[in-house]
């Protein structure tokens, strides 16, 4: 099977920056396309930041200019580079990935998700 491993949310103060990161490791052929996502406390989740894999962007005007999703391909990894932060942005982020994997079923075509990791600002 994947799995993603996420790391590196914590506190930070209005202002500052943070990086996530999210590796991608079992059985995967292709990597179609990953991304963050966030849910705040008693919000929806929502779609941060996207990469795929002609690494073509997608952010939300919410993020636009403070927040990039760098890649690296040979360790199917990305990051979470959040710059001023706000507390709005407050929240768990979680990673996310449209991968083709070898699977006991054979090719298989899924989507896989972190388990999360809690990002707060504050002062």
């Known amino acids: 099977q994947v799995q993603l491993a996420e790391s590196g949310g914590g506190l930070v103060q209005p202002g500052g920056s943070l990086r996530l990161s999210c590796a991608a490791s079992g059985s995967i052929l292709n990597i179609d396309a990953m991304a963050w996502y966030r849910q705040a406390p008693g919000k929806q989740r929502e779609l941060v930041a996207a990469?795929?894999?002609?690494?073509?962007?997608n952010y939300p005007d919410s993020v636009k200019g403070r927040f990039t999703i760098p890649r690296d391909g040979a360790k199917n990894t990305v990051y979470l580079q959040m710059n001023s932060l706000k507390p709005e942005d407050t929240a768990v982020y979680y990673c996310n990935a449209d991968v083709t994997a070898l699977t006991s079923l054979g090719r298989e075509y899924l989507e896989v998700w972190g388990q999360g990791t809690l990002v707060t600002v504050s002062s």
């Open positions: 990469i795929t894999n002609g690494a073509s962007t």
